[in-house]
């Protein structure tokens, strides 16, 4: 498990030009310790918060397709992307997944785009409130992480990221108890031990995300297969990020 916790602030679509460059004016005072953050606003603002803030919290993207250039009219690529300064990009959001009919095979083709521009795909997976009602939980993980990872060939110099984050939790300002978290991150783990064999280690991080706040942060942190935390709401709240920041 690597040392340093990956913390990825998720923006989402919720604030304007104005509000995101304040935003990123306040994060640029937060003094972060063994950490990594990453920040990723909305698409249109990413060159303006770029530009306020230090290059040692890191951009991310909250999608991209998978295509470089071309007739996609809508679309943003991962190499436009890397050109505004990102480094990371979320695939596969459950609000996408839900909202956009984003399929664990579009997953994969814009997993495979994003390394090869030699950014850090951040794959989110997770179960709804009706797989775990039925107890399907690992079946749609296990499903989620094989259909959107197997076949790709990883090189020395990719690094990946994998966010457990349970679908009826986001948002909800409940988060689901570390333990649980904690069985999902094993069960992440082992697919990826199954697909990648003993490199899978080296490649990967799994993070939580989910309702993360100031009182829950330190617990999810300190789990054994946890390297990280994906952050939303509070993420936009200087209090909140402040307080959560502290506890890593
Ligand atoms: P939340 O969002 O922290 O507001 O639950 C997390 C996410 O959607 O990634």
Known sequence: MKKNKLVIA?????????ESVKLALFYKRIKIKNSELVVCPS?????????VLPKT??????DCFWENSGAFTGEVSPLQ?????????ILGHSE?????????????????AVLEANMVPVI?????????????????????????????????????????????????????????????????WQTLFDIFGS????????????SVDE?????????????GVLIGGASLKPDQFSAIIQKL
Request: proline share 2%.
């Open 81 to 89: 992307l890397k050109e505004l300064g990102c480094s990371y990009v």
């Open 10 to 18: 998720n923006w989402k679509m919720k604030l304007g030009l104005s």
């Open 215 to 227: 009182n829950n942060v330190a617990d999810f942190l300190s789990l054994q297969d946890t390297s």
């Open 57 to 62: 919290i890191l951009l991310g993207s909250q």
């Open 124 to 188: 989110c997976v997770g179960e709804t409130f009706e797989e775990r009602q039925k107890g399907n939980q690992d079946y749609t993980l296990i499903q989620q992480v094989t259909q959107s990872l197997e076949g790709l060939e990883l090189k020395k110099e990719h690094s990946l990221v994998v966010a457990y984050e349970p679908v009826w939790v986001i948002g909800t300002g409940q988060a689901i108890e570390p333990k649980q978290a904690e069985l999902a991150h094993q069960i992440i």
């Open 199 to 210: 490199s899978a280690e080296e490649k990967f991080r799994v993070i939580y995300g989910g």
């Open 43 to 51: 698409m249109p603002y990413i060159k303006q918060v770029a530009e």
């Open 96 to 112: 996408r997944r839900t909202y956009l009919g984003e399929t664990n095979e579009m997953v994969h083709k814009k997993t495979k």
